[in-house]
Structure formats: structure tokens, C-alpha cells
């Protein structure tokens, strides 16, 4: 039988990834896919620069619409980036009825409504198993393996380089612009790093995660979204006092009427699975009623480990050409027709215990003061420790944790709090995530 023709957009780390692991497993792939795969077309900005992948026999263009547009290229595998450019790009290569793999998580987080009815009318596949926890098979688990469950939550630690510089924090003492320079020449960052440290590439992991968990349209728009910039050593040296680990962790959960989406910076007990995930690893952990929880774990990032996934669509594409598409997993992995939209909740609602940190005047009665306020609105103290007066001025640092609140509650008894004059700048604070459903 022929082979499958490949037409490739970005010859960047995924890109060079992929030529590779395509050329290295061509025997295995094929015998998995029933058909031989070949590299027919790439494009890339400057073909001139050396390629980290043997690039014999591949005709390189600059235009990347010339890849999408040949009429040899029956597949679209986009490795390019950025959600302006790779929207035109695979709505031109939907429109002329070819299927498209991409590990580009912006686009879909942004255009995957757009491009999966596109797709659907067209009745080509588009495949992204890549855009989200780069080598986990994660997409796949929850749309297929746990099609049989009511997913009631999600919780992972999503993007490789926010998790390496954490880490690197953590156990190293490391400073947070050296460990970024590092996982940017690692080629696990994004072209602008700060989409991993602000948290937007981990928003848009979420969305796509929400959406074949829940049935839920794609609404990147609607996720609570912090990064870690603000985590600081000291936040990291308190937590760790007090048994936890600081990871950032994207969240999807029912929650009454709607579902909560968010990523952030949050506390995870320090014997908690997701504590333990160091490093540019991802996991991801999936509670359905069936099932209960589940955990994925694997390389988050990187040339080979990305490439992983993208061949895995490529592969059940090419299964899909022998097959009747009208019969594919569909998209998000319920039919179109039932996708249903849901509430996303406002952070007030959210309801979890916290870590907060402030600084107060070293003077007698405080503690009983910062209670009896959090008292008032019916807050517990879990634990609360005064550190040793530091600098001119002997203020004092008080760490604490508090039990489970409405987050709209605690809002409203922090501000009462803030405005005593023994508090002496802004109360710092973070979300505690439990998993132990
Ligand atoms: P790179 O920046 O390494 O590669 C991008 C490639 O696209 C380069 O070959 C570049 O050409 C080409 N390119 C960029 N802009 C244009 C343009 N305007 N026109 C034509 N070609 C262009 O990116 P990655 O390989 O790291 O990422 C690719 C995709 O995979 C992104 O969507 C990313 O989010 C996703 N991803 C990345 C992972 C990783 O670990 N890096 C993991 C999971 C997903 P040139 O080389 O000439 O500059
Ligand atoms: N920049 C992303 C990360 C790449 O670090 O997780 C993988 O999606």
C-alpha cells in the first residue's frame, strides 16, 4: 500500500522531534498504523538554519500555506505555534478535506470550537493529543479510556517549565530567572516564556481538559488564571515548614450548578502524589464516579516526548483513512450535538481552604485579634505559627492555614483584617488543594 503523505508546518524542537521519531519507529508505526508514514513537505522561517533532524528527501519551503495547499500532502501536522497564523493555516488545510495534527494548545483553547465544527462539516479529523501534558496520553485517557464515567474533577500540574522552575526553587534554592534560562534552552518553554510563568499556557491546557471532561464548549476565557512570579522563596520555605509543597496546579471541577476552572499556585500536602511531581514532569489526576481517582504521569515538554504524542495521531489518522469517518472519536469526545454548556463559577464561590501570609506589629493581642476577625465570618484556623521578629521595625511574619471557606467569605474577613493598623502591607494568600476523594 502507499504510503501516508505528510506535509509538516515548524521544523522547531516539536518539529525536528517528530522527523525523528517518525524515521526511527518508521518500522513499528507502520506496523501500527497499517500504512508507511513519509515527510513529503516542511516549512519553516529560515531554511537556512541546521535542523536537529535529517531532513533528506523533504522538499523545505518558507510558505507554509505551500504545505498546506500541495497536492501531495495529505495529512497537516502544524508545529508552528501562536494561535493567528495556525488558525488560518489549519482552516485552509481543513477546507481542502485534509486531516491535521497539531500539539498547539493555544490555537485549540482559543479556535477549537471554530475548528472542530470546520472539521466536522468537512469530515476531516483534527487530532491534539500533544497540546496538552506533552508525552501523557492524557486526552486519549479521559476521552475514550474513561468514556464510561461522570468525571467529577481534574486536577495537574500542566505546564513542564513552570513545574521545573518550582522545582529547581524547591530543592535547589535556585533563582527563578536562571532556572527559566535553563528550561528555555531545553527547548520546554514557550516562544514567549511568560505564557508558562503567568499561567496562560497552563489556562489553556485546562480549557481543553474541561472540555472533554465535562462535555463543556472550549471557554479559555472563563479560567481564573494566576502564574508564579509572585511565589517567592520564603512562600516556599512556609509552606514546606508547614508540610506542604507549592506546585501550580490547573483544576476543573463540578461544583453545585456549574464547574470551577483554574490554575494557580496552590499548597499540596507533601505526601500528596502531586507534590511529588518534580522537574518538567506533568500528572494529571482524573476522579470519575466510576472509576475514582486516576493519576497520569510523563515529561511534560520536550523534542521527543511531544513528538510522542504527535505520532500517536498521526498514527490514528492513518487509521482513520482506511475507516468509516463518520464513526472517528469525536473531537472532544462527546457528539457534537450533546455538547452542553455549563456555569463557570466566580473565584468568590470557590470553595478551599487557604494559606495566607502576613506581616503584623509585634505587639501582644494580635494573633487573638486576627482570629476572633476570621472567627466572625465562621473561619477555622488549621495551624498558625508567628516567625521571629525580623529587621529595625520587629514586625513579625504570621504564616497560617485555614480550614475549608468560601473564598467570597474570606475575602471580606481579610479586607476587616487589612485595615487594622497592625497589619502592615498586603496580606499575601494561596489556595490548599486535597485530593483525598
Ligand atoms: P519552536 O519555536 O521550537 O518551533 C517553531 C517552528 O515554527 C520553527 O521551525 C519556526 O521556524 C516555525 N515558525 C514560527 N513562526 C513561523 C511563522 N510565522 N511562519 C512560518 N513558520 C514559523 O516551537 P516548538 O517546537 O517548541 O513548539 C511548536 C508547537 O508545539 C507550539 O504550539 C507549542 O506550544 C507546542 N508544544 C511545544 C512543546 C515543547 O516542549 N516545546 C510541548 C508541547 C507542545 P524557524 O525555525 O525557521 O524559526
Ligand atoms: N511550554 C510548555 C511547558 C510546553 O513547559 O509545559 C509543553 O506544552
Not at 521544523?11 to 524515521?23: D, E, S
Not at 523545505?60 to 488558525?87: K, W, Y
Request: charged share 25%.
Amino acid at each position: 500500500m502507499e504510503s501516508v503523505k505528510i506535509g509538516l508546518l515548524g521544523l522547531g524542537t516539536v518539529g525536528a522531534g517528530t522527523v525523528n521519531v517518525l524515521k526511527r519507529n518508521a518500522e513499528e508505526i507502520e506496523r501500527r498504523a497499517g500504512r508507511s508514514v513519509e515527510i513529503v513537505c516542511a516549512s519553516a522561517r529560515d531554511l537556512n538554519k541546521p535542523r536537529a533532524c535529517d531532513l533528506d528527501g523533504v522538499r523545505l519551503v518558507a510558505d507554509p500555506f505551500e504545505v498546506v495547499t500541495a497536492n501531495d500532502v495529505e495529512v497537516v501536522v502544524e508545529l508552528i505555534g501562536g494561535a493567528s497564523l495556525s488558525r488560518e493555516l489549519v482552516l485552509k488545510a481543513i477546507e481542502q478535506g485534509k486531516h491535521v495534527v497539531t500539539a498547539n494548545k493555544a490555537l485549540i483553547a482559543l479556535h477549537g470550537n471554530e475548528i472542530f465544527a470546520a472539521a466536522q462539516d468537512r469530515g476531516v479529523d483534527v487530532a491534539f493529543e500533544a497540546a496538552v501534558a506533552g508525552g501523557i496520553p492524557i486526552i486519549k485517557a479521559i476521552r475514550e479510556g474513561l468514556a464510561g464515567n461522570r468525571i467529577e474533577w481534574l486536577a495537574g500540574i500542566i505546564n513542564g517549565t513552570g513545574n521545573f522552575i518550582l522545582t529547581e526553587m524547591q530543592s535547589e534554592g535556585r533563582s527563578f530567572a536562571d532556572v527559566l534560562a535553563e528550561a528555555q534552552a531545553l527547548g520546554y518553554a514557550e516562544a514567549d516564556p511568560t505564557f508558562d510563568v503567568e499561567g496562560i499556557d497552563a489556562a489553556h491546557k485546562l480549557t481543553i481538559l474541561a472540555s472533554i471532561a465535562f462535555g463543556m464548549p472550549l471557554r479559555f476565557a472563563d479560567v481564573e488564571t494566576q502564574g508564579i512570579s509572585a511565589v517567592t522563596q520564603e512562600d516556599v520555605q512556609y509552606a514546606e515548614e508547614l508540610g506542604y509543597r507549592i506546585k501550580h496546579l490547573g483544576i476543573a471541577k463540578r461544583q453545585g450548578r456549574g464547574v470551577e476552572l483554574r490554575v494557580q499556585p496552590v499548597l499540596v500536602p507533601e505526601q500528596a502524589l502531586l507534590a511529588n511531581v518534580n522537574g518538567v514532569m506533568n500528572a494529571v489526576m482524573v476522579h470519575g464516579d466510576a472509576v475514582g481517582s486516576t493519576a497520569y504521569y510523563g515529561a511534560g515538554a520536550g523534542a521527543e516526548a511531544t513528538a510522542s504524542a504527535v505520532v500517536a495521531d498521526i498514527v490514528d489518522v492513518v487509521r482513520l483513512l482506511t475507516a468509516d469517518p463518520g464513526h472517528k472519536v469525536p473531537h472532544l469526545g462527546f457528539q457534537p450535538h450533546a455538547i452542553n454548556d455549563l456555569e463557570v463559577l466566580p473565584p468568590s464561590e470557590i470553595v478551599c481552604g487557604h494559606y495566607i501570609r502576613m506581616r503584623v506589629a509585634d505587639e501582644s493581642g494580635v494573633l487573638a485579634k486576627i482570629s476572633g476577625l476570621l472567627a466572625e465570618s465562621d473561619i477555622n484556623i488549621d495551624a498558625i505559627q508567628q516567625k521571629e521578629p525580623e529587621g529595625p521595625e520587629d514586625d513579625v511574619t504570621v504564616v497560617m492555614l485555614t480550614d475549608e471557606v468560601r473564598e467570597g467569605d474570606l475575602a471580606e474577613a481579610l479586607s476587616r483584617i487589612e485595615s487594622q493598623s497592625f497589619v502592615r502591607n498586603g496580606i499575601k494568600r494561596m489556595r490548599v488543594a486535597h485530593f483525598d476523594h
